[in-house]
């Protein structure tokens, strides 16, 4: 069963404009959420992070929204830039277990 | 700084053979892991440690080995290497996962193809 769940395996955005990114998960013990970034023969790279103890988290044009009802995440990247272009993984971990669980990743692209 | 060293980049399997994949990381992480990535699948965790000479299972262990002598070092072993281990494997480590604003970090990677 798959714990946390990216269902939009691409996105087309222009550039300037905002990019949304949405993740579920299942498991209500996760209290801390992480995106990463990767681009082709590249590791992936930690871009923002937030805790369960929070609905939202900004970092210069990354915004990370949690809805804990929903079991639900979204990343919003405003504006949206050509070298934003990558594949976006959200993952998730329960406090103590040292397991971190991705999802299966969107890839975006951002029209000049 | 290095971080997070893998080697090697690249590397061809005939089926039934044995290979390590090699991790180093340079920033005294006591969290190290595996993770292989799988088109349509994500990243999947196989192994883990949480300091030297403490290992355990992720999602999908099966096939793999793994052992952790010293912080820096974290080999996973492929025994017996099977068409289904072609993959992108991918070793990441954390100062202490599980903790807020502690985030893996990620090596870049190597690519498996078993024959």
């Known amino acids: 069963d798959q714990q946390v769940k990216q269902n939009s395996p691409s996105l087309s955005v222009q550039e300037g404009r905002i990019s949304i990114l949405n993740c579920d998960y299942t498991n209500s013990m996760f209290d801390y959420f992480l995106w990463y970034k990767k681009y082709p023969a590249e590791g992936p790279t930690f871009l923002i992070s937030?805790?369960?103890?929070?609905d939202k988290n900004e970092d210069g044009r990354f915004t990370v929204f949690l809805n804990k009802s929903a079991k639900h995440l979204s990343l919003h990247i405003v504006p949206s830039q050509p070298g934003d272009s990558a594949v976006y993984f959200c993952?998730?971990?329960?406090?103590?277990?040292?397991?971190?669980?991705f999802g299966t990743g969107t890839r975006l692209k951002v029209l000049a | 700084n290095a971080g997070v060293t893998q080697t090697p980049k690249f590397q061809v399997l005939k089926t039934g053979q044995s290979m390590t994949l090699q991790c180093a990381q340079d920033?005294?992480?006591?969290?190290m892991s595996w993770y292989r990535q799988d088109p349509g699948m994500g990243l999947r965790l196989i192994h883990y440690s949480v300091g030297a000479g403490i290992t355990d299972q992720g999602e999908v262990p099966n096939g793999y080995n793994v052992s952790r002598s010293t912080t820096e070092d974290f080999p996973l072993r492929l025994l017996s290497a099977a068409p289904s281990q072609t993959s992108v494997y991918f070793c990441?480590?954390?100062?202490?996962?599980?903790?807020?604003?502690?985030?893996?970090?990620f090596g870049n990677g190597t690519r498996l193809t078993v024959t």
């Open positions: 920033m005294n992480h006591e969290y």
């Open positions: 937030i805790s369960s103890i929070k």
């Open positions: 990441a480590s954390s100062p202490d996962a599980g903790h807020y604003n502690s985030p893996l970090h």
């Open positions: 993952a998730a971990s329960a406090g103590g277990t040292y397991k971190y669980i």
